[in-house]
């Protein structure tokens, strides 16, 4: 059964760089679509962005274009989120998630495996 961690999140100053991690175990990462969500505190969780099973299909929500890339490297069971210019409106708690059922990838919660989190703070 597919296990994922989350890992890299911390306290940073706006205007500064975080990478994320999320790392599978108990079964090949190469069929899974895996997403990144984030919920901040008294807010519902969204989509972050999302990359399909062969890398080649991405996704980033609104907020976060041109400031977060996702990447993946199956034979390390990682996909990993490098933020870049992160705000205080970035700070929460970041989940990754897998699913079998895309050969692309979606930003909404139609994912089967979660993460436990990672917490990421931006002061303001």
């Known amino acids: 059964q597919l296990q994922l961690v989350e890992s890299g999140g911390g306290l940073v100053q706006p205007g500064g760089s975080l990478t994320l991690s999320c790392t599978a175990s108990?079964?090949?990462?190469?069929?899974?679509?895996i997403g990144w969500f984030r919920q901040a505190p008294g807010k519902e969780r969204e989509g972050v962005s999302c990359?399909?099973?062969?890398?080649?299909?991405?996704q980033y929500a609104e907020p976060v274009k041109g400031r977060f890339t996702i990447f993946r490297d199956n034979a390390k069971m990682t996909v990993w989120l490098q933020m870049n210019s992160l705000k205080p409106e970035d700070t929460a708690v970041y989940y990754c998630?897998?699913?079998?059922?895309?050969?692309?990838?979606?930003?909404?919660?139609?994912?089967?495996?979660w993460g436990q989190g990672t917490q990421v703070n931006v002061p303001s």
């Open positions: 108990g079964i090949s990462l190469n069929y899974y679509a």
């Open positions: 990359i399909s099973p062969t890398g080649t299909t991405t």
């Open positions: 998630a897998a699913s079998l059922l895309f050969s692309h990838c979606v930003l909404s919660e139609e994912y089967d495996r």
